[in-house]
């Protein structure tokens, strides 16, 4: 059995362009993750996973107990219905 060198080069171009584009794509999933699972205190501390993982993090969003997380939720609201608002009126007024 004969290789093809056309098919075998092209098959090497496209595994050199996939691997940096998964990795790229992987890596932001890996981090938020990372932080989810973390300690408040050991989320910036450089180790690739934690000693003691946790999943009080998601406890504090889903109880709503942190107050800028309020806060948060309250800014991103009005600014979605004030964007929506306006991009609506838009659509509908001609100009």
């Known amino acids: 059995m004969s290789l093809n060198w056309k098919k075998v080069s ?3 171009k496209l595994l050199l362009i996939g691997v940096p584009v998964l990795i790229w794509t992987l890596f932001p999933l890996y981090h938020m993750f990372l932080f989810a699972i973390s300690p408040r205190d050991t ?3 450089g180790v690739l996973w934690p ?3 946790t999943l009080q993090n998601f406890e504090i969003v889903f109880k709503r107990d942190h107050f800028y997380l309020f806060k948060t939720l309250r800014l991103f609201s009005s600014v979605t219905t004030s964007t929506l608002t306006i991009s609506g009126n838009n659509l509908v007024t001609p100009l």
Do not use: F, V
Request: net charge negative.
């Open 43 to 45: 989320a910036t501390s």
């Open 51 to 53: 000693e003691k993982p």
């Open 10 to 12: 092209s098959e090497a």
